[in-house]
C-alpha cells in the first residue's frame, strides 16, 4: 500500500494566516510587514556563517578570483541584479562577479520549462568561463533542493572551487554539497510556498553583504564613499564631484572639471595628490 505522506520542508509549510483573500488591506499589508520582521532576525543568526564565507572569498579575489552565482527562478534573478549592480557601483568589471540562472538570460523575465532540473547544465556553463581553483561558486535556493544548483556546487566542490549557498532550509542538500552554507530560517511565508517574500528578502540581504564587504576589502571604498563608481549620469557626477568637494577642499567647478577630465573620484583624487 502506497504512502501518499511526505514531510514538507520550511519554506514550503502552511502559512499562518487564513482566508488571505477576505482580509482588508491594512490587514494584508500589516501581516506581511509583521512576517517580514522576521528576515532581520534570521540572517542575523547567520552573520557567522555569512563571514567564514566572506572571508575566504577575500583571499581568492586578491589572487584573481572571481565569484558565480547560481540560482533558479527568484533566487537566480537576485544573484544576477546582484553582480549587474557592482559594476557601476565600484567601477569593476562585469566579470569579477556573474550571476547564472537556469534557463539564461530568457528567464530573468519568464519562466523556462525544465531549466533547474538539469543537475549537470550549471557546470557545463561554469566550464564556458574557464572556471579555476581561485574561483569561488554560490549557489541561491531557497529550499535548497534545486538540481541545477545542486548539480553545479557538488561539481565545483569536487574539482577544487570554493563553494558557499544560500538557503532558508535548515540541513538542505545544496547545504551538504557547500562547503561554507549559509542557512537563514525565516519560517513559512506569508503566501504558502511564495519564496519571492521571505525567504528572497533574506537572500538579497545577504547577497547585499557578502559583494559590500568584498568590494571594501578589494579597495573600491574610501572612508565611506564609492570613488569607484561609473560616472554614467548627471546625478552620479554631482556625487562625484561633491566627494571632490569634501575630501580636497574644491570649489565647484574645479572639482568637477577634475572629475570628468580623470573619469572616477578615486583617480581625480590621486592625480591631484601627486600634483601637489
Not at 494566516?17 to 482580509?23: D, H, P, V
Not at 549537470?120 to 549557489?139: C, F, P, S
Not at 538557503?167 to 557547500?178: D, F, L, M, Q, V
Not at 542557512?183 to 513559512?188: N, R
Request: include cysteine; charge should be positive; charged fraction near 25%.
Amino acid at each position: 500500500m502506497s504512502d501518499n505522506k511526505f514531510t514538507l520542508s520550511i519554506t514550503e509549510s502552511p502559512s499562518k494566516f487564513q482566508n488571505l483573500e477576505k482580509m482588508e488591506v491594512s490587514d494584508l499589508i500589516h501581516s506581511i510587514n509583521q512576517e517580514d520582521a522576521k528576515v532581520h532576525q534570521a540572517v542575523n543568526k547567520a552573520l557567522p556563517q555569512i563571514e567564514q564565507l566572506i572571508v575566504r572569498i577575500v583571499e581568492r579575489m586578491k589572487k584573481g578570483g572571481r565569484v558565480f552565482y547560481l540560482g533558479a527562478g527568484t533566487s537566480g534573478r537576485l544573484g544576477v541584479l546582484d553582480a549587474s549592480e557592482l559594476p557601476p557601483t565600484f567601477g569593476v568589471p562585469d566579470t569579477l562577479v556573474i550571476g547564472m540562472i537556469a534557463g539564461g538570460d530568457v528567464a530573468l523575465r519568464k519562466a523556462v520549462e525544465d531549466a533547474e532540473d538539469d543537475p549537470q547544465r550549471a557546470w557545463e556553463e561554469l566550464k564556458g568561463y574557464n572556471i579555476n581553483k581561485m574561483d569561488t561558486v554560490i549557489g541561491i535556493a531557497a529550499s535548497g533542493t534545486t538540481p541545477y544548483v545542486i548539480g553545479g556546487i557538488d561539481n565545483a566542490r569536487t574539482n577544487g572551487l570554493l563553494t558557499g549557498c544560500i538557503t532558508c532550509n535548515p540541513g538542505s542538500e545544496i547545504a551538504k554539497a557547500a562547503e561554507f552554507p549559509i542557512e537563514a530560517i525565516v519560517g513559512p511565508e506569508f503566501i504558502t510556498g511564495s519564496t519571492r517574500l521571505k525567504a528572497g528578502t533574506a537572500q538579497k540581504m545577504i547577497l547585499n553583504m557578502i559583494t559590500t564587504t568584498l568590494m571594501i576589502k578589494l579597495g573600491k571604498v574610501k572612508g565611506n564613499k564609492m570613488v569607484n563608481m561609473q560616472l554614467t549620469n548627471k546625478k552620479l557626477i554631482q556625487r562625484g564631484t561633491r566627494m571632490l568637494m569634501e575630501e580636497l577642499g574644491l570649489k565647484k567647478d574645479d572639482a568637477e572639471d577634475l572629475l570628468i577630465q580623470h573619469g572616477s573620484v578615486k583617480k581625480a583624487i590621486d592625480a591631484y595628490k601627486r600634483s601637489k
